[in-house]
């Protein structure tokens, strides 16, 4: 069974689609193949297409996937239709044929002058854009033109229709119209590639593009003639040099003219007056004239035989020997007059009210629709009538419809006449109908990929209606609706009607709560994106979708999200993307040393054994980042900033705690050394003089001389005045020797323990507070200090030295000195006061 198109047994009021009467359903065809219930499994349409260099793989279940082509299996190379190729593509692209006998086709009036100057300008390879009022003739023009113009250029004439149509889409179908490439969709430079060596005539009918875009689209094909066809508000192109040709309406005599033509037959009197004035009233716009014709029409059937109207089919051909209605009495010698002139000037609902109810139907969902009318063969079902799809025949011959590509529009002016007599009261009802049986339409398995890229534009108006809708379950009918129709959208290569359907999508599953089908949407998205050149629109959706997924615990769905995202990452280049990286390309760290230390301190040694005064802490950094074509790698990720961060962090925290280690075990041995123990170290500690702000560096001044050592590099015997007495700015002894001698630090006199007989005064040299910059020397021994008296002769040395620390028993003669004098406090180096 094919929904699109039925046999003639198939009409019947048994089929499972939305509209049917519920009967019973016909059995399958093959016994032992796969039922199509309700209890059946849907049937999965996978399909396989390559849009540039990625292989797109339209999943409908979990998200479509897309990876890089694999080396020797590209897409074959685009080849040019045959001319027999080109006729089946444009017979098949054109509207169907409605059901029932030819509507006449109205002659072309009036345009001989504008006819030959468009052939003309078109000749000489000028593009054209012709503009005049909806219902003016525009498309009947460009058919006459473009039969003119079969010979003129090597790729013959393309017909387009850019209603809803983009920049991109018009190259894209121009593309398709000439090349044949099956399952492939050219990538941005292949596809200018491609179009820049057409050379057609191009007929674009509703153009809906200006500007910036419509000078992309010209500059995009410099070998074509265009001839666009746009309402007189339509923006010309900036750049584009477009002859402008406008298409004014028809005299009072072709007017007239045309009318006899759709009547078939002349005129009276009273007609006459009656046409002038509504050529006056409609400024001469054909379409009017047309409509006109048929309500003459109506009322000569009328007038002749008031028995062909019947309350279910209006004037609907009975078949042979059936018989007719009996006479209503009250119809007898009533006379039908002329319609009003309101009432010709907008013949709508006029036509309408003597159409069939399946007609009258069908016009309330093309209302619904925003304008779009249904494909014959949806009608049966959405009517629910068997014979529904003659009703296409009806409406094209009052005028009421108009041709827009592959599928029929209500005509210009005609939707805001029904809308304004209650045929929009029940529009959200068809629409939601409509978007019911879509759904269930587009993802039956008998539905090629091609026959729902036709009927997208009334899809997507379906869908248009619905979201915005507060009606309880339209959002939802929505969802499913896009659900359904955007893989075989995809995969149909109507990719502007992909984006549009999954936009709605989303949004009908924000508003309804559905969190699972707004993850696949943006998953979509973000796919599609990616195939379109849009990295950063890419990473935004599918970010948002892995999510959405993770909190689902969609494990499948979150995977091919992962997937589409470090191809992100790997064709951008500058992102990293979340994973795991594989084993050895984890980035190096750098170990940077501080200036003035080895590089890598004491070769051979660990590092909490190293000496702390002998090297400064190493400083751990990662490696400065390559530039973006370096870090790209071709077949994986890369590792991320994040995990760079993270493995300095551990680094550091690993050397914070030997070094935390070292301070402790530092700590611990200088803690030992109580004011009553003897045990004197040669460590250097902090100063303690209030006015010291700084730490002097651990290293000598240069031209000074250690203590015990002469300047030829000999050990003296008597330690210099420096070694024992050496006052600081401040002139306050050093709390160690107070406490030594009894005294109270900061004076002179002796504490209630001491003594305070006078020590022979000691010279001593006042030198300024040592800088940071300076360093002192190495403390004495402590034998040397306890043995030898001090030497009051001052010695050259610029850097004070420190003297030993006594213990608190120590008396002697040496203590009483130290105690009397000014004695500096000692001060270390950074490192000694890291320890």
């Given at each position: 069974m094919d929904p699109t198109h039925r046999e003639t047994e198939e009409h019947g009021q048994g089929h499972d689609g939305p509209g049917g009467q519920g009967g019973a359903r016909r059995p399958s065809r093959d016994s032992g193949g796969p039922d199509f219930g309700p209890g059946a499994p849907q049937q999965v349409r996978v399909v396989q297409l390559t849009a540039g260099d990625?292989?797109?793989?339209?999943?409908?279940?979990?998200?479509?996937?897309?990876?890089?082509?694999?080396?020797?299996?590209?897409?074959?190379?685009?080849?040019?239709?045959?001319?027999?190729?080109?006729?089946?593509?444009?017979?098949?692209?054109?509207?169907?044929?409605?059901?029932?006998?030819?509507?006449?086709?109205?002659?072309l009036l009036e345009r001989e002058e504008e006819r030959e100057r468009l052939v003309r300008l078109l000749a000489r390879g000028r593009s054209v854009r012709l503009t005049g009022q909806p219902g003016s003739g525009r498309t009947a023009l460009l058919e006459a033109v473009a039969a003119d113009c079969a010979d003129l250029a090597p790729d013959g004439v393309v017909?387009?229709?850019?209603?809803?149509?983009?920049?991109?889409?018009?190259?894209?179908?121009?593309?398709?119209?000439?090349?044949?490439?099956?399952?492939?969709?050219?990538?941005?430079?292949?596809?200018?590639?491609?179009?820049?060596?057409?050379?057609?005539?191009?007929?674009?009918?509703?153009?809906?593009?200006?500007?910036?875009?419509?000078?992309?689209?010209?500059?995009?094909?410099?070998?074509?003639?265009?001839?666009?066809?746009?309402?007189?508000?339509?923006?010309?192109?900036?750049?584009?040099?477009?002859?402008?040709?406008?298409l004014a309406g028809l005299g009072r005599g072709a007017s007239l003219t045309l009318l006899e033509k759709v009547v078939e037959r002349p005129l009276t009197e009273e007609e006459r007056n009656w046409a002038g004035d509504l050529w006056f009233e409609s400024e001469g716009l054909p379409l009017r004239f047309v409509q006109a014709g048929s309500l003459l029409v109506q009322r000569d059937r009328l007038r002749a035989a008031p028995e062909a109207l019947d309350d279910a089919d209006y004037f609907q051909p009975?078949?042979?020997?059936?018989?007719?209605?009996?006479?209503?009495?009250?119809a007898e010698g009533v006379e039908t007059p002329l319609p009003s002139l309101g009432e010709g000037a907008a013949p709508a609902l006029l036509l309408a009210s003597r159409l069939s109810e399946a007609a009258r139907a069908t016009l309330r969902f093309a209302v619904a629709l925003g304008g779009e009318v249904p494909h014959q063969a949806h009608l049966p079902a959405l009517v629910g009538d068997t014979h529904a799809d003659a009703a296409l025949g009806e409406l094209?011959?009052?005028?009421?419809?108009?041709?827009?590509?592959?599928?029929?529009?209500?005509?210009?002016?005609?939707l805001a006449q029904l809308e304004a007599g209650g045929y929009a009261d029940d529009a959200a009802a068809h629409a939601r109908t409509a978007a019911q049986h879509y759904a269930w339409w587009a993802s039956h398995p008998s539905v090629t990929p091609q026959r729902a890229v036709a009927e997208a534009d009334a899809i997507v108006a379906a869908l248009a209606r619905l979201v915005p809708a507060e009606e309880a379950g339209a959002a939802s009918a929505a969802v499913l609706l896009a659900r359904s129709a955007s893989p075989a959208f995809a995969a149909g290569l109507g990719w502007g009607a992909w984006e549009r359907a999954l936009r709605m999508g989303q949004e009908a599953a924000r508003i309804a709560g559905e969190v699972a089908e707004e993850a696949y949407f943006h998953h979509e998205l973000g796919v599609l994106a990616l195939c379109t050149g849009n990295p950063d629109r890419a990473r935004a959706e599918l970010e948002t979708s892995i999510g959405m997924r993770g909190v689902l615990a969609d494990r499948s769905g979150a995977v091919a999200g992962r997937r589409a995202l470090a191809l992100v990452a790997d064709r951008s280049g500058d992102f990293a993307p979340p994973v795991r990286p594989a084993p050895g390309d984890e980035a190096p760290l750098v170990l940077q040393d501080a200036p003035g230390t080895p590089p890598a301190g004491v070769a051979g040694v660990?590092?909490?054994?190293?000496?702390?005064?002998?090297?400064?802490?190493?400083?751990?950094?990662?490696?400065?980042?390559?530039?973006?074509?370096?870090?790209?790698?071709?077949?994986?990720?890369?590792?991320?900033?994040?995990?760079?961060?993270?493995?300095?962090?551990?680094?550091?925290?690993?050397?914070?705690a030997v070094l935390g280690t070292v301070v402790t075990l530092g700590v611990t041995a200088d803690g030992g050394d109580e004011p009553g123990s003897r045990n004197?170290?040669?460590?250097?500690?902090?100063?303690?003089?209030?006015?010291?702000?700084?730490?002097?560096?651990?290293?000598?001044a240069e031209g000074s001389v250690p203590a015990g050592e002469t300047t030829g590099g000999e050990t003296s015997a008597t330690p210099s005045a420096s070694d024992s007495a050496s006052?600081?700015?401040?002139?306050?002894?050093?709390?160690?020797?107070?406490?030594?001698?009894?005294?109270?630090?900061?004076?002179?006199?002796?504490?209630?323990?001491?003594?305070?007989?006078?020590?022979?005064?000691?010279?001593?040299?006042?030198?300024?507070?040592?800088?940071?910059?300076?360093?002192?020397?190495?403390?004495?021994?402590?034998?040397?200090?306890?043995?030898?008296?001090?030497?009051?002769?001052?010695?050259?040395?610029?850097?004070?030295?420190?003297?030993?620390?006594?213990?608190?028993?120590?008396?002697?003669?040496v203590e009483s000195a130290g105690a009397s004098a000014d004695v500096p406090a000692k001060s270390g180096g950074p490192d000694e006061t890291a320890v």
């Amino acid at each position: 069974m094919d929904p699109t198109h039925r046999e003639t047994e198939e009409h019947g009021q048994g089929h499972d689609g939305p509209g049917g009467q519920g009967g019973a359903r016909r059995p399958s065809r093959d016994s032992g193949g796969p039922d199509f219930g309700p209890g059946a499994p849907q049937q999965v349409r996978v399909v396989q297409l390559t849009a540039g260099d990625l292989l797109l793989t339209v999943n409908p279940v979990d998200g479509s996937e897309v990876e890089a082509v694999p080396p020797g299996s590209g897409p074959a190379a685009p080849v040019r239709r045959t001319p027999a190729e080109r006729a089946d593509h444009e017979r098949a692209g054109a509207p169907p044929v409605p059901a029932g006998p030819p509507a006449p086709q109205p002659p072309l009036l009036e345009r001989e002058e504008e006819r030959e100057r468009l052939v003309r300008l078109l000749a000489r390879g000028r593009s054209v854009r012709l503009t005049g009022q909806p219902g003016s003739g525009r498309t009947a023009l460009l058919e006459a033109v473009a039969a003119d113009c079969a010979d003129l250029a090597p790729d013959g004439v393309v017909r387009l229709n850019g209603r809803g149509r983009t920049a991109g889409d018009l190259l894209h179908a121009l593309f398709d119209t000439v090349y044949a490439a099956p399952a492939h969709r050219p990538d941005r430079d292949e596809l200018l590639a491609h179009v820049r060596s057409i050379g057609a005539v191009v007929t674009i009918d509703d153009l809906e593009i200006g500007g910036a875009a419509l000078d992309e689209l010209l500059a995009a094909t410099p070998e074509c003639a265009f001839l666009l066809a746009a309402a007189s508000d339509a923006a010309p192109g900036v750049e584009a040099h477009l002859e402008e040709v406008l298409l004014a309406g028809l005299g009072r005599g072709a007017s007239l003219t045309l009318l006899e033509k759709v009547v078939e037959r002349p005129l009276t009197e009273e007609e006459r007056n009656w046409a002038g004035d509504l050529w006056f009233e409609s400024e001469g716009l054909p379409l009017r004239f047309v409509q006109a014709g048929s309500l003459l029409v109506q009322r000569d059937r009328l007038r002749a035989a008031p028995e062909a109207l019947d309350d279910a089919d209006y004037f609907q051909p009975r078949p042979e020997g059936a018989p007719s209605a009996p006479v209503p009495a009250a119809a007898e010698g009533v006379e039908t007059p002329l319609p009003s002139l309101g009432e010709g000037a907008a013949p709508a609902l006029l036509l309408a009210s003597r159409l069939s109810e399946a007609a009258r139907a069908t016009l309330r969902f093309a209302v619904a629709l925003g304008g779009e009318v249904p494909h014959q063969a949806h009608l049966p079902a959405l009517v629910g009538d068997t014979h529904a799809d003659a009703a296409l025949g009806e409406l094209a011959t009052c005028g009421l419809l108009s041709p827009a590509g592959p599928r029929y529009r209500l005509a210009a002016g005609t939707l805001a006449q029904l809308e304004a007599g209650g045929y929009a009261d029940d529009a959200a009802a068809h629409a939601r109908t409509a978007a019911q049986h879509y759904a269930w339409w587009a993802s039956h398995p008998s539905v090629t990929p091609q026959r729902a890229v036709a009927e997208a534009d009334a899809i997507v108006a379906a869908l248009a209606r619905l979201v915005p809708a507060e009606e309880a379950g339209a959002a939802s009918a929505a969802v499913l609706l896009a659900r359904s129709a955007s893989p075989a959208f995809a995969a149909g290569l109507g990719w502007g009607a992909w984006e549009r359907a999954l936009r709605m999508g989303q949004e009908a599953a924000r508003i309804a709560g559905e969190v699972a089908e707004e993850a696949y949407f943006h998953h979509e998205l973000g796919v599609l994106a990616l195939c379109t050149g849009n990295p950063d629109r890419a990473r935004a959706e599918l970010e948002t979708s892995i999510g959405m997924r993770g909190v689902l615990a969609d494990r499948s769905g979150a995977v091919a999200g992962r997937r589409a995202l470090a191809l992100v990452a790997d064709r951008s280049g500058d992102f990293a993307p979340p994973v795991r990286p594989a084993p050895g390309d984890e980035a190096p760290l750098v170990l940077q040393d501080a200036p003035g230390t080895p590089p890598a301190g004491v070769a051979g040694v660990p590092s909490f054994l190293r000496n702390p005064a002998e090297e400064r802490p190493t400083v751990v950094s990662p490696q400065p980042a390559a530039a973006p074509a370096a870090r790209k790698r071709a077949g994986g990720t890369v590792l991320g900033g994040a995990r760079r961060n993270l493995a300095a962090a551990g680094a550091g925290a690993l050397l914070i705690a030997v070094l935390g280690t070292v301070v402790t075990l530092g700590v611990t041995a200088d803690g030992g050394d109580e004011p009553g123990s003897r045990n004197v170290t040669t460590e250097q500690t902090a100063t303690e003089d209030p006015d010291d702000d700084g730490l002097p560096a651990d290293e000598p001044a240069e031209g000074s001389v250690p203590a015990g050592e002469t300047t030829g590099g000999e050990t003296s015997a008597t330690p210099s005045a420096s070694d024992s007495a050496s006052p600081g700015a401040s002139g306050s002894p050093s709390p160690s020797a107070s406490a030594s001698d009894g005294t109270t630090p900061g004076t002179d006199e002796p504490t209630d323990g001491g003594s305070s007989s006078p020590a022979e005064p000691t010279p001593t040299r006042t030198s300024p507070r040592p800088t940071e910059t300076e360093s002192e020397s190495p403390s004495p021994t402590p034998s040397e200090s306890e043995s030898e008296s001090p030497d009051p002769t001052p010695t050259d040395d610029t850097s004070p030295v420190p003297p030993p620390q006594n213990s608190s028993s120590a008396a002697g003669p040496v203590e009483s000195a130290g105690a009397s004098a000014d004695v500096p406090a000692k001060s270390g180096g950074p490192d000694e006061t890291a320890v």
